[in-house]
T-cell receptor, first 114, second 118 residues
Framework: AQKITQTQPGMFVQEKEAVTLDCTYDTSDPSYGLFWYKQPSSGEMIFLIY????DQQNATEGRYSLNFQKARKSANLVISASQLGDSAMYFC???????????WGAGTKLIIKP | NAGVMQNPRHLVRRRGQEARLRCSPM?????VYWYRQLPEEGLKFMVYLQKENIIDESGMPKERFSAEFPKEGPSILRIQQVVRGDSAAYFC????????????????FGPGTRLTVT
């Protein structure tokens, strides 16, 4: 079974609109962390935001926020006021308990239209 | 403070040749992880090393692939007798600690090495 599922292979969004990228996860470990990374066309992996399973509040980092719904096992990334530079691949990843491995989704390709 | 360094950034090899990918972790980091990204896919864990030790190589193909992290110098991912299916981006990450309770991101990624096998 897939541990991390990103159901949107690609998305087109108008500049300045908000965008939500979906991520659902599967784990039986009560302690885990969820991550979002951005991979622009240049290829590097850029950390965006983190949410711990015990965190009481949804994580926010500038224009990025994580809509964490624990009961639904979803951790959607919300980008407010999208910009052309947001066009990239976005990956959701999970780290379970004390494990060191990051488990990755297949990614969503986001294209921002001017 | 320099980040994780990987070289080369791009590597082209003919089938049957050897590929050596290097990773210098962040200063003070003694834990190194290698991930592979096939085209149009997310990253897949390959191996986790500490200085002079392989901790977990469960994601490494059984043949042709090896990794090391010597006491001095960078971590090396070595692929012998490369085949076209080895074409991928190989990312290295490093961390200050290894296992432990889940907290904020600890793995810092390098820019990756893109291997093309012709």
């Amino acid at each position: 079974a897939q541990k991390i599922t990103q159901t949107q292979p690609g998305m087109f969004v108008q500049e300045k609109e908000a965008v939500t990228l979906d991520c659902t996860y599967d784990t039986s470990d009560p302690s885990y962390g969820l991550f979002w990374y951005k991979q622009p066309s240049s290829g590097e992996m850029i950390f965006l935001i983190y949410q711990g399973s015990y965190d009481q509040q949804n994580a926010t980092e500038g224009r990025y926020s994580l809509n964490f719904q624990k009961a639904r096992k979803s951790a959607n990334l919300v980008i407010s006021a999208s910009q052309l530079g947001d066009s990239a691949m976005y990956f959701c990843a999970m780290r379970e308990g004390g494990n060191y491995q990051l488990i990755w989704g297949a990614g969503t390709k986001l294209i921002i239209k001017p | 403070n320099a980040g994780v360094m990987q070289n080369p950034r791009h590597l082209v090899r003919r089938r049957g040749q050897e590929a050596r990918l290097r990773c210098s972790p962040m200063k003070g980091h003694s834990h190194v992880y290698w991930y592979r990204q096939l085209p149009e896919e997310g990253l897949k864990f390959m191996v986790y090393l500490q200085k002079e030790n392989i901790i977990d190589e469960s994601g490494m193909p059984k043949e042709r692939f090896s990794a090391e992290f010597p006491k001095e110098g960078p971590s090396i991912l070595r692929i012998q007798q490369v085949v076209r299916g080895d074409s991928a981006a190989y990312f290295c990450a490093s961390s200050l600690t290894g296992t432990g309770y889940t907290s904020s991101y600890e793995q810092y990624f390098g820019p990756g090495t893109r291997l093309t096998v012709t």
